[in-house]
Structure formats: C-alpha cells, structure tokens
C-alpha cells in the first residue's frame, strides 16, 4: 500500500512535460510534363514566398537538399528541380533537347507548374548559368537570382578539357560509363553528400553524351552584351583555384549586371562542407528580395 505525505511534507511538484521539439517544413516529391518529358522536383516547406534551386551539370536537385532545408527553416517554399537529363527526370538522347535556354524554359514551366508569379532563382555551375538565363528571357518571373560558380568566357578551354574526354567516353566506350553506374548502385546510401556523388556516377551513356554534346557546343551562357540588361537583384558567389569556375567569372559577372553584390567564398566547397556563413549570406538576400515577407522559424 502506498503512503500518504504526512502532513507537514510539502507534496512533490508535478513535472512539466518535455518541450515541444521544431518540426522540419515538410518535403514533398513531385513532376509535371514539359514539352513531353517528366520533370522531377521537391518542395521543401510552404507559402508564397519561393526559392528555385538548380544543381550542377550531371548532379541532382539533391545537392541543394541542405539549403533548401534551411531555407524552408526560415519560412521560405525551396523548390529543388531535376533539369531533363538529370535525376529522376527524364533523359532524352538527342543532343538538341539540352542547352542552358531550355534548362531556363523548363525553370520558369516549374513556375507556371506550381502557380508561382515570382521566385527567387538560383543554382550552382550550370545551374548559375540556368538562372542568368531566365533573367533574359523572363526577368517578369524573378524576384532575384543566386549565382554560384558561373561559368563564362574565362572557364571555355577548362571546360572543354575536363568535359570533353566524358562525352568521348559515353559516345564511343559507354561501356565504361555503364560500369562506373553499376559500381555506384552498389553504395549504400544515406548519407547526404555519398548520395550525391552515386547520384552524379549513375549515368546513361546515350542521354549523358546528348547533355554534354548539347552544353558544351551550344550557348554556355549570356553574352557580355546580355548580362548587362539583367536588372534584378543578383547575389554572385565566387571562389579562387577552380579552372572551371574562375574567380575572375564570377568577380566580372558581378560587375557586368547593374544589381548585384559579390560574396568571394573560401573554396569551391565552402557552401557544401562549412555552410553557415553562406547559408546564412544567401538567407539575408533571399529576405531582402521578400520585403514583406517575414521568415518564421520552424515549429
């Protein structure tokens, strides 16, 4: 039986409950049809106020998988798109259905996909180059754009020299491209940044030559002359010792459009592996381009 406190024992104070942890936003998978092919995304949180992130060529929306999270942290809709022949959309095998114009057409047809007037549009390498596009051809449809690692006139012969032998290979030995995806599907995943490169080696030698073929001999980007009529705010990031993605790119690219500022990173894998004062320096322009738009924490 158990006993009662005697009388002068002061009775044990009940024991609040635990603090409510915050919720993560929550992620949603989706596609839509553009031009007869099956774009893939994710929409990391909700609400009006929406960040499109591009990837890297021959990458996957999930590299941005962590911005994008802390994105949505802040109260923003992250959208992480698939550009065709990437991920889980579509991988046509004709060289003509890739150039950086289409990547910006399938860009803003995510926009109309999702109701979206405005967005923020930003990427990584080509998918920087992606979001210069979109401020040519549709600078109605952006709030701002995010520009990391471009890759302009300086990056043309790096480029050739590091993409070439790839096309070499998917178009005239696709064994050994087909072997490199058969070694990456055997990785365990769950890990973000393993994820990542199995993502990247897990390709099809017919659509990965296409890519290439269709990239590297078609308009890599802007022209000087077009740059300069890009009118909406730009955060341009930029780093030093990467061939493919010169300093002196980026450093121009922020002096060639009217709206931009210029945040020099550490290394070309600063955003990746020590994220915070980037994360934090992409979240302050994202919230100057949605003045009336107040991020809330998650929870």
Known sequence: MS???????????????PPLRAARPIELAGAFEYNGHRLAYTEHGSGDAVVVLAHGIMFTRRMHTPLARELA??????????????G?????????????????????????????????VGGTSLGANVSLEVGVSAPERLR????????????????LLTFGPLLFAARFVP??????????????????????????LEQQPASMAALLHGVLFGRVAPPKSVRGQITVPALVIGHERDPIHPFGDADTLAADLPD???????????????????????IDFVRRCYPAARGRAAG
């Open 3 to 17: 006993s009662l406190p005697a009388p002068n024992e002061p009775s044990q104070a009940p024991v609040p409950p």
């Open 73 to 86: 942290a802040e109260g923003y809709r992250a959208v992480t798109l698939d550009l065709l022949g990437h």
């Open 88 to 120: 889980e959309s579509d991988r046509p095998t004709e060289s003509w259905e890739y150039s950086m114009p289409a990547f910006a057409e399938q860009t803003v047809a995510l926009l109309d996909h999702l109701g979206v007037e405005r967005a923020v």
């Open 144 to 159: 701002g754009i995010i520009v990391e690692m471009p890759v302009l006139d300086n990056a043309i012969v790096a480029g």
């Open 175 to 200: 064994l050994t491209v087909e072997a490199v995806a058969a070694l990456a599907r055997l990785v365990p995943h769950g890990n973000q940044w393993v994820d990542v490169v199995t993502d990247t």
């Open 260 to 282: 931009a500022e210029f945040i020099q990173a550490r290394s070309p894998v600063e955003l990746r592996a020590d994220p915070a004062r980037l994360t934090e320096a992409i």
